[in-house]
């Protein structure tokens, strides 16, 4: 146990991930706000039950690949109870405009391919640079191969470039 | 616009600096010599920059204030308990089930397991349906579970194992997360066993364990509440364990023993004002729990602990409803009578849903196969009586209720046509008097002793971890000692096990060798994870073995449920089962304990296997099942029993059939010989129910008729249904070892006869299918009450040689007390 004091430390954690976490289950779960919350609340608990020190030395895996076990789980039940959006009255925390994109119009864009690309090349898309997640993490996370994984982040690449410049 | 150069997956490696060593400074060579490549890694790395900064763009959302928390209270507990003494004190996290044998030693963390297990079940549910109902109140379901005493581990591992298809979620985290969790490996899925096998030691242990757990986490607080809190919590478990909820609404009652804990049970929050609920009756409890710390094994004090838990829980439960009229939202405040029914995760029921009003326009035929089972009685009798707590309303077949009891039917004269004599009364309905309310009985022929053919037995006895309770393998030896003593050398007993691995304990061996057969008996011992599968195919092979031409060949299963580890899924299972029976070895299963208790699949396999299913939760019901009704237990004299029912429409309007909701067959299968029915033993007896609806009686309980067809005119009543007849009963049956059906058919007139003239046999019927409608929260169980049912059934106890009328009586109460519907 290191001497640092764990609230600390877990504070650190949900401020460093809440958001690349819950973008990520959200984007999973279709556009569910509220089944990301909960995933990434559940992540979050399960990663203050687990070791810590044997999680701390590559914990961006570790969360993504419970989350995405969490998310995986929620949407096998999710047949047997739809659940409907518009029953949540929830406050719409718009996006602020991105600054960090000038051209406004590009991004618009590489917006839309990134949603016609699959779902495996958007997953990949985001644990890397979202993330941060490297490809041998990130085959830990999926179950791919790290190979695969390279494949499918390329391919990504190359079908957002065709999008763009086609 | 497919440059070749594009195909390589090194450009967008290379971009983000995924390329190491060799490869690395390879593909730098390639770069420098080729332009046309630089620029394409260029490219990607500006398009991987772009779209970094575009998901960047998307964060805007960030945890609910309240989850985060939840999640921080849970990280400053998780630092507490690992800092544990009681924890390192078992060995560490992964350490933990292979060490829990030691009872005493690790009384303690059994608790810590037992605690983190309890609150554990909340966790699922309570997560999705709160928010749902909370709407824009503060959404914070986990925060409820952040529980104070949580063994961080266990709980890890025991929601994991809660949850269906949870290992395949699990089988996508990293691998040492598994180890921690003590799993071992993926597919053991058995865990669930052993956290039941933990329960036996975490009952008496717990009280203890939980104390000094807590009071090394509560210093803050006074002792004594603390002591208290933890008893309450601990005892909760035990709850929680008996009482599967999993889907039911009363589960987010439960809310109750969260961390929210002192106020419901009234404990006096530090300095602050007592809560609502009863504060004297936690203390008194927990006083009582102080005399029965861990007593060894010694079986008087655990059935006064029990006796104490029950009370215990029955004090939680009146604060509770208080609690929930305080709270008196819609969430928590419903489903006070809902039964939940006892069970831990493992528990399966097939849902039911009651068979509904049909016109006899439309459907004029109704078909059903038999069903001689009483599994489900002796389940509900078992939650009632020992778990105190309402079944699940999925867990009540009523049919198999009727059937559970005898009516006293008279048998098939001696030489009879038929195996078995069928008789049709009709008589008011008691909780709806404008409907009438028909009962059909049939008798199965009883065998003189001289007449019993000799048994081939192959007990397949499942000796897994979770059968060492005292309900469960205790139970099994019992009643097959009191088998034994009726059968003699011309019968043969063979037993095989399943654990971890299938075992031929005993070859068959002629029934009068008795010492040699409870030898190998009282020798059986619980250990290892279930393989249902190899179990029971050594078994049919024993049986194939010594198979008795003319006799009765039969495996009899002895499980407390899951068929995990091994062969296969519930098909596979079926269809030994049914080619087997095919062969002429027929299927006896034998429920024991309460958890883990695959109810669904016993029930299919054992109607596949030309057999029955009964649960023995009782020497008594062993008694019952192994002695009395041995010759129905052992000996077939009928199989695929089907019965359809022809209404008369001058007569009737309308039908239910009550009960036999997953027995009810295609009115083409009836005349199907290739269609598999109920089987039905020598003196076994058969009930069923209808409620009819009169001619020229509005039908309110159902859809409006569809309208006459256009083209066709069909449903005409013919001559035929101007007589007087209500019905007509047509029966279908197979000889034990024949193919084709014969068909017995009679028309069945109503004599008007009022529920009150009735004799006390229908009477009785009546007031248990009236139970089982109450049980389910039936919608069509009219104006009638639990009171209503106990009057009726009390008025019709009649001789009742051994009681059971009586006891279903005293059923009957329990249920109204727990529902607090008593008068």
Redesign the interface.
Known sequence: ?TDQ???S???RV?TRF???L??YA?RMLHGD??????A???T???L????RD??EP?LA??LF??C???V??MQ?TRSATP?DPS????PD????V?Q??CDAE??TL??AG?ARLTVKQQEV??L???AGL??REIA??T?MTV?NV??H???A??N???H??? | ?SDPI?N??????Y??G?LAGDEKSRFEGELQADPVLAEAVE??RR??D???????????????PQ??E???A??????VA?ADPMRMASGG?SGFWHRYSAPLALAASVGVIAVGFAMTRR?TPL??QT??RT??AA?A??SR??APL?G??M??QAEGLS?D??I???G???A??LN?NGLNGLHDRFSVERLAEAQAQAEVGSGKAAESVLSQREKSRDVKEAKMEGKVQADDYALAVTANAGLSKRERGDLVVQPLPAMPFGIPAPGGAPGPGKPQAAGESSGKVEEFRWLGSDVASRRELEAVRAEMRTKMRASQAEFDKMVGDAPFGEAIDEGRGPGIPGDRFEPITDNPFLRVGEQPLSTFSVDVDTASYSKVRDYLVRAHELPRPDAVRIEEMLNYFDYGYAPPEAGAEHPFAARVEIVTCPWNVDHRLARIALQGKRLQAEQRPPCNLVFLIDTSGSMDAPNKLPLVQEGMQLLLSKLDRDDRVAIVTYAGSAGLVLDATPGDESAKIRRALTELAAGGSTNGGAGITLAYQTARDHFIAGGANRVILCTDGDFNVGTTGTDELVRIVEREAKGGVFLTVLGFGMGNHNDAMLEQISGRGNGNYAFIDTDKEARKVLVQQADATLVTIAKDVKLQIEFNPNRVAAYRLIGYENRVLAKEDFNDDKKDAGEIGAGHSVTALYEIVPAGKEVDAISPPVDTLKYQSVGKPNDAAASDETMTLKLRYKAPDGDTSRLVEFPVTDTGKGFDDADIHVRFAAAVAGFGMKLRSSPYAGKWTLADVRKTAAAAIGDDPHGLRAEFVELVRAAATLRSENE
Not at chain 1, 33 to 38: I, L, T
Not at chain 2, 74 to 79: P, R
């Open positions: 146990m004091p764990t609230e430390w877990a504070e949900v809440e958001r690349p819950l973008a959200c706000r509220v089944g990301a919350q909960d990434v609340q559940e979050f608990l399960r203050c039950r687990a070791d044997s999680i590559r895996a570790w690949s419970v995405r076990s969490r995986i789980d096998r659940t029953t949540f009255d929830f925390r718009a996006p602020e991105a960090t994109l590009e991004r590489l917006s990134v898309l985001r890397r640079l979202d490297s490809y830990e996370v179950g190979s390279g494949f982040l390329h391919e690449v190359c957002l470039r065709r763009m410049t086609g | 616009m594009w390589d997956p090194r450009i967008t490696a971009a983000l995924e490219e990607a398009l991987t772009q779209l970094r900064s575009l998901f960047a763009g998307e964060h805007h959302d960030e945890l609910d989850r985060r939840a999640v921080l849970q990280a400053s507990e998780a630092e690992s996290r966790l997560g999705r928010m749902m709407n824009d959404p379901p986990a579970v952040a949580g961080p581990v709980r890890e949850r298809g949870a395949d979620s699990l996508d985290a990293p040492d997360q921690a």
